[in-house]
């Protein structure tokens, strides 16, 4: 199969433009999802990675939020990010679950 220059030359380039973009992106920390829980419910609550079975490994996003009996599976993760690392050049940073385990939560500034 035969690809004119152009097209291959527009393909890598919108191949570059994804990476760059990927690339342009700042380290700003970890997420410290027992902090994130007590931030978002009060000082008695922690964390938990819930979820999960024999037929389904646990994700990023079976992470829940306890105190006691009582059980909150939302955590604002990008709430976090924001209140522990702040804005940057006017810039919120956002919560990636990057390879999409538990332990795998970063925060980043665009």
């Known amino acids: 199969?035969?690809?004119?220059?152009?097209?291959?030359?527009?393909?890598m380039a919108c191949i570059a433009a994804f990476a760059a973009t990927a690339d342009a992106r700042?380290?700003?920390?970890?997420?410290?999802m027992i902090q994130a829980c007590k931030w978002q419910y009060g000082e008695g609550w922690s964390a938990s990675v819930t979820g999960g079975t024999p037929d389904r490994i646990k994700t990023a996003f079976d992470w829940e939020c306890w105190n006691g009996d009582d059980r909150?599976?939302?955590?604002?993760?990008?709430?976090?990010?924001l209140r522990r690392y702040g804005l940057?050049?006017?810039?919120?940073?956002?919560?990636d679950p990057q390879g999409g385990f538990p332990y795998d939560w970063g925060c980043y500034w665009p």
């Open 1 to 11: 199969m035969f690809v004119s220059a152009t097209k291959f030359a527009s393909a």
């Open 26 to 32: 700042v380290w700003a920390g970890s997420v410290d």
């Open 88 to 95: 940057r050049d006017g810039s919120a940073p956002y919560a």
């Open 72 to 81: 909150r599976p939302k955590i604002d993760v990008a709430a976090f990010c």
